[in-house]
């Protein structure tokens, strides 16, 4: 079971959660079993089945792109961090 | 030495005649006055350590315990002082000159006055960060010397804006074509209640003229574009992006890339903050993070997702902080990190970010690129490092 942190803008796929825990030994399986659960999240952060290029995912502090995309590695106490581009700033 | 303090083993102290020589046979010269004293004049082979600074910092000073030490300050007592706090680490060749550096150029010894970097005026304004050892005077000339260029003069760019300026930086050029807004008031400390309808760039010269009339306010009362954003940049040391799209924020990349300026990005989105610094080749750019754009749909403005107005106040100043490092060349830019404040429940998080090999702006083989929709004039150059 890792944490999963959900960015501001993808919150209302998961019913207001900041952090949900998932199951699963891989990327792919955490966000399998998030999107079960929360079905508005999978168009958030994949485009046809692949991780959109606008949306990051970290296991802890790592890029998952830098390491096995999505076959990445998933501990049960590592955190994973979906972060899509913010634009927000001044005006 | 009547204030001498108790110690185990007594001080040996020199006189300045003996300093002289000790000086001119190879003794390492220690300075252990404030950096103001010091910028009024020194031994030029002194290393300078205040002495409340000695026993935290003379082993990355002198590594050598067995080193042999002339240890001054301006009249002979906290040299007494650092020597015992010296003494105490297993510094044993260490003395103290007894008497004062008046004494020391009387009789000779080698000293320099440093050029005036700063004027009477600019020494009082700028006290509290000269006191401070990695600007002291250098740094704050250099400062006086620096060009910062804000994106936009709103939620972000006012408390970059107001503390830059405070700070001495010499020119902050503001790019914004935006009008005052009633609903801007509420983050965009700039600017005021009377001022609703003035352009935000003159809004903001006003108030940053009053803060610090030194500093050189330039309005470019444009928005940021393919067409102007290098004319616009390239007479900047530093860019602060506060913009509020995503067109904008990778216009300014490429241009940014392409003539080496450091960007200090930051975003905003209700309670949640990001920072990251991008150094060109040095670290990833906006494009090795993020290399496309997201549709506009999930990418809502403030105008439409709203933001909590303390939050700019707090990302808008950690850009800034990133700013005076990057000018300084001090301490550890946000380069290669993203960092995210989560103003909810008060956290910093970081995440690392990787220079994309492959990037079509920075990556090893920059090739002619589309940009932002346009097609944009190849340039072949590869990154030094």
């Known amino acids: 079971m890792s944490n999963v942190r959900i960015p501001p803008v993808l919150r209302e796929t998961t019913g207001g959660n900041r952090t949900v825990t998932a199951e699963g030994a891989t990327v792919d399986q955490v966000l399998g079993d998030l999107f079960v659960r929360y079905p508005a999240l999978r168009e958030r952060v994949t485009t046809d089945g692949e991780l959109s290029p606008f949306v990051n995912v970290y296991v802890n502090d790592r890029d998952v792109r830098y390491r096995d995309g999505l076959a990445t590695a998933v501990g049960p106490d590592d955190t994973v961090i979906l972060l899509p581009a913010m634009a927000g700033g001044a005006r | ?385």
């Open chain 2, 1 to 385: 030495m009547t204030n001498q303090p108790a110690t185990p083993r007594p001080i040996r102290e020199v006189t300045v005649p003996e300093a002289i020589r000790l000086a001119g046979e190879g003794y390492r010269i220690l300075d252990v006055r404030e950096p103001t004293e010091w910028d009024q004049g020194h031994i030029p082979t002194a290393i300078l350590l205040p002495l409340a600074d000695v026993a935290d910092r003379i082993e990355e000073t002198i590594p050598d315990r067995n080193a042999f030490i002339v240890v001054h300050c301006a009249a002979g007592v906290r040299s007494v002082r650092a020597v015992a706090r010296m003494q105490a680490l297993g510094y044993t060749n260490a003395v103290s000159m007894r008497g004062s550096i008046f004494d020391w150029r009387r009789a000779g010894g080698a000293w320099e006055v440093p050029q005036a970097l700063l004027t009477p005026a600019q020494q009082r304004r700028y006290s509290r960060q000269l006191l401070i050892p990695e600007i002291g005077q250098k740094g704050q000339r250099r400062l006086l010397d620096s060009r910062v260029l804000l994106i936009g003069a709103g939620g972000l760019g006012s408390p970059a804006a107001l503390y830059l300026t405070a700070s001495g930086i010499g020119t902050i050029g503001l790019v914004d074509d935006d009008v005052v807004d009633e609903s801007n008031l509420q983050r965009q400390v700039l600017h005021t209640a009377d001022r609703v309808g003035v352009p935000k760039t003159e809004s903001a010269r006003m108030t940053l003229n009053a803060l610090n009339p030194e500093t050189r306010v330039v309005e470019h009362r444009e928005r940021l574009s393919a067409e102007n954003v290098e004319r616009l940049i390239a007479g900047y040391d530093v860019i602060v992006d506060g913009t509020d799209n995503f067109d904008t924020r990778y216009v300014l990349n490429d241009a940014a890339v392409k003539l080496r300026k450091p960007v200090v990005h930051g975003s905003i989105y209700r309670w949640d903050g990001q920072v990251t610094t991008f150094v060109p080749f040095d670290g990833p750019c906006y494009r090795c993070m993020y290399p496309t754009q997201p549709p506009e749909e999930l990418a809502p403005a403030c105008a439409v997702a709203g933001v909590l107005g303390v939050l700019p106040g707090i990302v808008g100043l950690l850009q800034a902080n990133e700013v005076f490092k990057l000018l300084l060349g001090v301490g550890e830019p946000l380069a290669g990190r993203l960092l995210m404040f989560d103003a909810m429940s008060t956290a910093f998080d970081e995440v690392r970010i990787w220079r994309d090999p492959a990037c079509p702006a920075c990556g090893d083989a920059v090739q002619a690129a589309p940009v932002a929709g346009q097609p944009r004039a190849a340039y072949t150059e590869v990154s030094a490092r």
